[in-house]
């Protein structure tokens, strides 16, 4: 029996896993936390939760939470505890000292999808600003930066176009390359309410999911496709709506562009991009896909959501391009119950890309050498700011091991375990003369950095998060900073200690300049924050109360554009020694690499990644249930236990990446996404056997 004790006070706040963006009652008893109560007024979540935002929250008061700076000169000395002063002042003599030496663009900086609005503005701002470079990134690009880049491409923005509430009016929804039930509970539930009370399901996926074999839910269609290959599929679903006249020609002359729309149905038509000749290598049933397209064009309201098996592809941003083309030529845009829908992997996901965290994107999605816009920040901030775009995450890897780069702030992310090909981000991070990293606890990449700052958690500080769809919300103080400093103290106290002025005493006045600098947020302020309970942008004249759908009259870019989207197979090759492919996802309980709910309650949920085999794969190689084996690729090896199942087709292996044991980055490939880099994660040739260990 578990005592728990009444609570004093309660504080509205917002979950900091997912990008459903739940809102919560955090019950207060003096500094401890009693328990996390979902808030039935929460428009993104309307009194639900999952296991992860009720409990999974544990890891703010963990034994191992790192609550004083610490400083090292080499990586393979011991720790030093010192004070705030001196840590800050560590970092601002070595960044200074490493600009002396090897030039202004030789550090860099990553923000955190993790961290709110304020502190991903106000990182950029350093870096911008005070280091006088373009050279920041973000995980958030490591993840739906195709998204940004597709939509933006498409109809002129990059954000989803629905809110979660349109849901309830779809007549068909279309799963691509997401798992609801696991990624985004309390929308998965809300999309399962909706099928059962009739709606149709597509989904488009490598795996059985939870969705296609939810009870007293029809999957519709399955489209079990190879990986790799969505571009083929998407492109095939288009050519069966324009070859069988499923075109809504009015929605078309009156939103598109009118000559692109001509090329590319010219383009879908032919019959190399029918459902029959694709099907030997996308591995789809042609007359699945024929159904399938015929019911998303015809059965009403059809809206598309997709996750991370969309963007975590050479082809990403084609991908999302083609999802654009299909929702336009059946004129499912514009409209509660349709539209085309990313489902953001974290909190803070939109409001990171928003913030300005690209190399070539200042906030509001404005580009470095954009003259206009640059004169204006640089009149608001003192400063010449730098038009070339700097670098990305693994351009900057590269440019370390090349000798260029010398210095990296990380606020909140862990790249050794994160990012693709873990041999190359080690080697980057080695050859640097200063890593910082500011996090909870020693994460992997601390392994290789020099200064240490405490972060803090969600409950520790203010600010607010954007959620999936657009939606702006408050996080609140729930108790006393652990370590003396929120994230955005810790970014502002660098700035001054290497000379660059950055004033705030709250981070509203930080919201204030972010509404000042970013159309899109002109009407956003704390005040009307707590008025409304939450916005989704655009908010500004035009929009008072937000947006929650977009293009509803006409597209932010004018006309609706269509893009040709031709298939190009991946250079992850399967082969005598590579023949089967594995693809990655996540599970209800975890999060991401697990830094936090591998500290709470959650771990008994899922004590270990496994890795889920066909039956007849197993078979093959002598593998049984539970069995110890070495999945090898290209880039390396690693060990888990096998888990026999018919989830995945036969040549398809899947993980998860919630444990540092598993280190499945350690087999994933170097591909990555042609426009945005993002990287391939979802496809890499792998071969399985029984195994001791790697
Ligand atoms: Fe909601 Fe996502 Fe948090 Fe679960 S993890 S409570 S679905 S925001």
Request: aromatic share 8%; charged share 20%; glycine share 10%.
């Amino acid at each position: 029996v578990i005592e728990i004790g009444q609570p004093e006070r309660s504080v509205v706040t917002t979950c900091a896993y997912c990008g459903v963006g739940c809102t919560f009652k955090a019950e207060m008893r003096g500094e401890e936390l009693v328990r996390m109560v979902p808030y039935k007024d929460g428009k993104a979540n309307r009194g639900h939760s999952c296991v992860k935002g009720r409990f999974a929250w544990g890891y703010a008061t963990h034994r191992e939470r790192i609550l004083k700076p610490m400083v090292r000169e080499r990586i393979t000395d011991p720790w030093r505890e010192v004070s705030w002063d001196e840590a800050i002042g560590h970092v601002a003599r070595e960044f200074r000292r490493i600009q002396a030496k090897y030039g202004r663009t030789a550090i860099g900086g990553i923000t955190s999808s993790r961290c709110t609005n304020e502190e991903t503005f106000l990182v950029q701002k350093l870096i911008r600003a005070g280091f006088g470079n373009n050279n920041v990134d973000t995980c958030a690009r490591v993840c739906h930066s195709p998204t940004g880049y597709g939509l933006k491409t498409a109809f002129g923005t990059s954000a989803g176009t629905q809110d979660f509430d349109s849901v309830e009016q779809s007549d068909v929804v279309m799963v691509i390359g997401a798992n609801p039930t696991d990624g985004h509970p309390v929308f998965g539930s809300r999309l399962k309410k909706r099928l059962r009370q009739g709606a149709k399901l597509i989904v488009v996926d490598p795996r059985r999911i939870d969705l296609v074999r939810t009870p007293h839910v029809a999957a519709a269609h399955h489209l079990p496709l190879r990986p790799g290959t969505n571009v083929a599929v998407l492109t095939a679903l288009a050519h069966v709506v324009v070859t069988e006249g499923l075109v809504d020609e009015a929605f078309v002359r009156a939103r598109c562009d009118m000559e692109s729309f001509g090329a590319w149905a010219e383009f879908v038509a032919d019959p190399a991009n029918s459902p029959e000749a694709v099907a030997q290598y996308t591995g789809v049933d042609p007359d699945e896909i024929r159904k399938a397209a015929r019911l998303y064009a015809t059965g009403g309201n059809a809206a598309i959501y997709y996750g991370l098996g969309v963007t975590e592809h050479s082809q990403g941003s084609t991908t999302v391009m083609a999802i654009a083309n299909l929702a336009m030529a059946t004129g499912n845009l514009g409209r509660p119950g349709v539209g085309v829908n990313p489902l953001r992997g974290q909190n803070n996901v939109q409001g990171a890309c928003d913030m300005g965290s690209f190399p070539h994107e200042l906030p509001g999605y404005r580009h470095v050498a954009d003259d206009a816009t640059r004169q204006m920040f640089e009149e608001l901030w003192g400063v010449e700011l730098d038009h070339e775009p700097g670098l990305r995450i693994p351009n900057m890897l590269d440019a370390a091991v090349g000798g260029s780069f010398k210095g990296l702030y990380v606020q909140g992310e862990d790249i050794l375990q994160s990012d693709p090909n873990t041999a190359h981000v080690a080697a980057g991070l080695a050859a640097m003369e200063c890593v910082v990293i500011q996090d909870l606890f020693l994460n992997e990449t601390a392994n290789y950095a020099h200064v240490f700052l405490p972060g803090s958690t969600f409950l520790e500080k203010d600010g607010t998060f954007t959620n999936a769809e657009r939606r702006i919300q408050r996080v609140r103080k729930v108790m006393s900073s652990r370590s003396g400093k929120a994230d955005w103290e810790i970014t502002l106290d660098i700035a001054h200690a290497m000379g660059f002025r950055m004033d705030y005493s709250h981070p509203s006045e930080i919201m204030d300049e972010i509404a000042r600098v970013t159309p899109t947020f002109a009407g956003v302020s704390y005040d009307r924050l707590d008025a409304l309970g939450s916005i989704q942008w655009p908010c500004n004249d035009k929009a008072p109360q937000g947006t929650p759908v977009m293009h509803v009259d006409g597209f932010v870019r004018g006309q609706g554009r269509f893009m040709i989207t031709e298939y190009v197979p991946t250079d992850e090759k399967t082969g005598p020694r590579f023949p089967l492919l594995l693809t990655t996802g996540r599970i209800l309980s975890q999060y991401n690499v697990g830094a936090q709910t591998r500290r709470t309650e959650n771990v008994r949920w899922h004590e270990e990644d496994l890795l889920e085999i066909h039956p007849h794969d197993a078979e093959e190689r002598g593998i049984r249930d539970g069995d110890l084996v070495k999945l090898q690729s290209r880039a390396g090896a690693t060990a888990l236990k096998a888990l026999i199942t018919d989830r995945v087709a036969p040549g398809v292996v899947y993980t998860t990446f919630h444990h540092p044991m598993t280190q499945a980055n350690v087999v994933t490939t170097d591909y990555s996404d042609w426009a945005t880099n993002c990287p391939e994660y979802k496809v890499t040739a792998v071969q399985v056997s029984p195994s001791n260990g790697p």
